[in-house]
């Protein structure tokens, strides 16, 4: 009646350093080897595609780019679809499938629909995404590959898809996978990941990219639930990275305000993290900031490419640029005094760069076809080497 979201608590109080023991040890490398945490009643309704237990990498040569000697990725781009969805929508479509739904749907333009329509594939269940006029097919087919109905709305993501969206779920009784589904708590896994990889060694900071604030909420409560039980001594300082033309978790960090407001995004190299308004869990994201005495940091396109560009360049992994807000504010962190040189710092990856690749600049001639001979290849050689980035 308030408006919303539910909260899911799962009781955990009996559980003992023992069964932490027993959850490091398993076999199962996927985030349900935290089965007790999650709220999934039976084994039997599990919906995984294998999500979770991404790599942890220290990344020596961006660390010391950007001055950071404890600096770690974890690499989220290799989950099953591509991006963080998969850990939230496991958990949530396996709820749905113990509930007997038979249709998830969500409306979104990329990681989302993608991820909907895997696990519900998976599941056995009917997927629907709805999306506004325009949404290049790049987007969205993904989501059409593995099955789902794409439906192409002729109106704005925020006002007319959405408001028809949510009549749809009332009139078709469909299982909605937005942020407003409160068993969407997969992001949880990061806190248990992290303390289990790091192996006793908590970061000092976690950064990552935000748009809902779904994985600050989740995360937040993760460590808290291992905090409580007495599986950690301390908490991590949490930090939502976000682009400077989508940033209501800033503006309300700047202006010290308990409430987020809602801002209009504008546009940005950071698509996948273009929301102004953060409704569902943005309250609560903002108060697990505060009270993990973290922040928020505002990026530019600039920021965020060059971020994308020396995560790859200096550490092997291609990630969105909305991925890469979270090393381009690790960056500005340190540039500005806030995380000093042997803090631990853990960047979210969040997403994969063939998400997006229109994204990475480049001159035609980077391509240019020669002739097959050594003298060519020479000359080519050498205009690529002048043209090198950093
Ligand atoms: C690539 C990527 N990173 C981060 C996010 C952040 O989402 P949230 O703030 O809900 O954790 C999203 C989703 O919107 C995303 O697609």
């Not at 895997?118 to 999306?131: D, E, L, T, W």
């Not at 994308?308 to 200096?314: E, P």
Request: aromatic share 8%; charged share 20%; proline share 5%.
């Amino acid at each position: 009646m308030c408006g919303l979201v539910l909260e899911v608590q799962v009781g955990v109080g009996h559980l003992t350093p023992d069964d932490f023991t027993r959850m490091r040890q398993s076999r199962d490398w996927s985030i349900w080897r935290w089965f007790d945490f999650l709220p999934v009643e039976n084994r039997s309704s599990i919906v995984s595609l294998g999500e979770g237990s991404t790599p942890l990498l220290p990344a020596p040569r961006l660390g010391e780019r950007i001055g950071i000697a404890n600096l770690y990725l974890k690499n989220d781009t290799v989950l099953p679809t591509g991006s963080l969805k998969d850990r939230s929508n496991s958990v949530g479509m396996s709820v749905g499938k113990e509930l007997g739904f038979a249709t998830a749907s969500v409306i979104s333009t990329g990681n989302a629909a993608a991820s909907v329509a895997a696990y519900a594939a998976a599941a056995g269940m009917q997927s629907v995404v709805m999306v506004p006029k325009g949404t290049a097919a790049s987007k969205i087919i993904q989501a059409h590959a593995y099955g789902a109905t794409v439906i192409v709305v002729d109106g704005r993501f925020d006002y007319e898809v959405a408001e028809l969206y949510k009549k749809a779920v009332a009139e078709f009784g469909w299982y909605d996978c937005l942020s407003s589904n409160p068993y969407r708590v997969g992001k949880k896994s990061y806190a248990y990941e992290l303390v289990d990889q790091l192996d006793g060694a908590l970061p000092d900071w976690v950064i990552h990219p935000t748009a809902g604030g779904t994985g600050i909420f989740c995360m937040w409560q993760g460590f808290k639930e291992f905090h409580t039980l007495g599986w950690i001594d301390r908490l991590p300082k949490l930090v939502a990275a976000q682009s400077e033309a989508a940033a209501p978790f800033v503006a309300a960090m700047a202006q010290g305000r308990a409430v987020i407001a809602a801002v209009d995004a504008h546009e940005t190299v950071a698509e996948s993290i273009q929301v102004g308004n953060p409704s569902a869990l943005g309250d609560r994201a903002l108060a697990a900031l505060r009270e993990s005495q973290g922040t928020a940091v505002a990026l530019s396109d600039g920021e965020i490419l060059e971020a994308q560009a020396l995560t790859a360049r200096l550490a092997g992994i291609f990630a969105e640029p909305a991925a890469a807000t979270s090393v381009a504010a690790a960056q500005k962190m340190r540039a500005n005094g806030t995380i000093s040189r042997d803090e631990i710092v853990v960047c979210h990856l969040t997403g994969h760069g063939l998400k997006q690749p229109e994204a990475i600049e480049h001159a035609e001639q980077d391509f240019a076809l020669i002739a097959p001979t050594l003298p060519a290849l020479r000359e080519q050689l050498k205009r690529c080497a002048s043209d090198a980035r950093p």
